[in-house]
DNA sequence: TTTAGCACTCAACAAGAATGAATGCTAAGG
DNA sequence: CCTTAGCATTCATTCTTGTTGAGTGCTAAA
């Protein structure tokens, strides 16, 4: 399809800006691709593209730069969809390699990405809350101490190590646990806390110590709670020159990247493909683009681009849109494969 | 004991400088502290410390600023030695707690130490090496997949999910389990992967898909290698005055916070309290003061504050001093009661 | 040995001047 | 009617220049 003279303009303006974030104006875009017609004209179309909202002047007579709404439409519009070779045979090396478990495909794809965008990549696992947990294991350390390892059902391993105090009856101990697994087992990561409460009255008939077994146990439920995200190449954010030289604008962006706020942008969003441009809450210059994933087991998980307003849409958008599509294909054969031994048994 | 006059102003000008990272002047001097002499005076001292090169000049007629020297100097005879009252206070609230590992105590003094002293701290684990394997455990999930979990002596957990192919037998893999615990058990972590590699033949008469199960153990045992370094507070350093409006320098520090050099740095260094100010490499800018921690069972640590070279020493020193001395008499007196109960049996 | 006095240095700030990339508008040309 | 050359205008950026003030070193007197 060709492109209308007004919308080619507004990619040029779109991609040049992405590469050298500086306002565009007439002149760089005769200079810089071949258009057939002189600057007063473009002028006038960036006149109307102005007034149409999808460009923006920093002052009276600068170049233009895309608006939020300009990017929106480049990015629903305008964009190549080209994907980058070295993407495709990454992660075709991920995918060959043997024993990995599925949130280690999803890690280590999640890093190709970043380091192939120079963008933050985050990966919002699925919520831990509807997980069931699947095992308590404690192991007896030297020192006194103990471990206690939960596993849920899809793998999620989560670990306390605690200091048992000096007067402890061990078989005491023992029994203690095999009535926590008997009753914990199989429970929602969510009611653990309440069905914890619930067996407290009982275990303080089993234990003098019950207080330390009760709060070790909590204390690992807690942790459960703490959302499954992963962050990977925020260094790369540095090199973006909207931020390198305002130490004051990085720092906000560092501290909002390891903030529950941003898990709250990514899991908000919805859709296949989700674009968040600018201007959400007070972060004008962070843009979010993320991707869902359904992972076996219906679970599902979330892998997004963290960047500056100004980043490669297209690059961003492309390569995420390939590497999920890539995953997704490969959890099916895994899920077949499974359902193939279903059937031998 | 009196401090010389020259001694005196050195002390002034390195903890005025600490305050304000404005070079300090004659003028400035006589401004903020009560000295009985000129300002004429107090430039032959500064010329003489200068000299010494325990002082420094950024231009010919600018204030004086300490050198590493003279901030090592400080260190070592001026510094004040008072401990902020508001850490004793946390401290103790952190050691009365129950049920904690020795490691969440370790950790959470760290961040007490990089809120009070506004310094981002780092908690140098002991090394893993030098553990021993206490525990396997395989646990079967949904989805055709298995979590192997692995405890130290000290209470380390290294985790491993991997999906099992289509075709393996349970009871063949359970067989090899066994095998493999046997084993391992009671190996030092450093010898495992060698360990792993001599069982390799015996392995491949058990089971079919040995590969995969060796693959996974391997890539375990790859993870406890990595060091065990804990990072906190780092976003203190964005408010430092000297970073916050470079970028660059930022930007540097930042990734020396999480690559290995900065362990190097740690690990490196000796004794007790360790200072390490400025000029290192080609850090100028920062400064590493560090504590050594002897915990239970003969195991060791350090807990290291790192901030720019202009750091509070006094407060960052006698801060640290005070938290390991802390630890070390907690852990004695958990050491204690276990050797109680030993006599007990 | 201390200190008052003085000439001197230099970063930091501010105000002005020059530059140049951009604009909008108007009027002529295809 | 659409395109474009021409021109006055705007405004961030850069350079220049002057001023200020905190600082120094040195000398000579107390």
Chains 1, 2 share one sequence.
Request: glycine content about 4%; charged content about 25%.
């Amino acid at each position: 399809m060709e492109l209308s003279r007004r919308d080619l303009i507004l990619k040029h303006i779109v991609e040049h800006f992405i590469k050298t974030a500086l306002p565009v104006g007439s002149q760089t875009l005769i200079q810089n691709y071949e258009l057939n017609f002189s600057s007063a004209t473009i002028r006038n179309e960036m006149l109307a593209l102005e007034n149409a909202g999808l460009l923006e002047k920093t002052h009276t007579s600068s170049g233009r730069i895309p608006s939020s709404k300009g990017y929106q439409y480049y990015v629903d519009h305008l964009r190549n969809k080209s994907v980058d070779e070295r993407i495709k045979q990454q992660l075709q090396v991920i995918l060959s390699q043997k024993a990995q478990s599925v949130t280690e495909i999803i890690q280590k794809s999640s890093e190709i990405l970043s380091n192939m965008t120079k963008l933050a990549s985050v990966v919002l696992g699925p919520n831990a809350q509807q997980e069931k947990l699947m095992s308590i294991q404690v192991t007896p350390l030297e020192n006194n101490s103990a471990t206690v390892v939960f596993i849920t059902d899809s793998g999620y391993v989560e670990n306390k190590t605690f200091v048992l105090p000096k007067n402890i009856e061990k078989e005491a101990l023992a029994d203690c646990m095999n009535l926590i697994n008997k009753r914990l087992k199989g429970t929602p990561v969510s009611e653990l806390s309440a069905k914890m409460e619930a067996i407290k009255p009982i275990l303080e008939d089993f234990i003098a110590e019950h207080d330390v077994v009760y709060q070790a146990f909590t204390q690992a439920f807690l942790n459960f709670a703490g959302e499954r995200l992963k962050l990977y190449g925020k260094d790369s954010l540095f090199n973006q020159p909207e931020f390198a030289h305002d130490g004051d604008k990085l720092r906000k962006i560092l501290t909002l990247l390891e903030s529950p706020k941003l898990l709250n942008h990514v899991s908000k969003s919805s859709g296949n493909l989700a674009v968040n441009i600018g201007d959400q809450d007070q972060n004008q210059d962070l843009s979010i683009v993320s991707s869902k994933l359904r992972m076996p087991g219906e679970k599902e998980s979330r892998i997004a681009l963290v960047g500056p307003t100004r980043m490669d849409y297209d690059r961003a958008l492309s390569a995420l849109e390939y590497v999920t599509e890539m995953l997704e294909k490969y959890f099916e054969k895994i899920t077949d494969k499974s359902k193939v031994e279903g059937k031998r048994k």
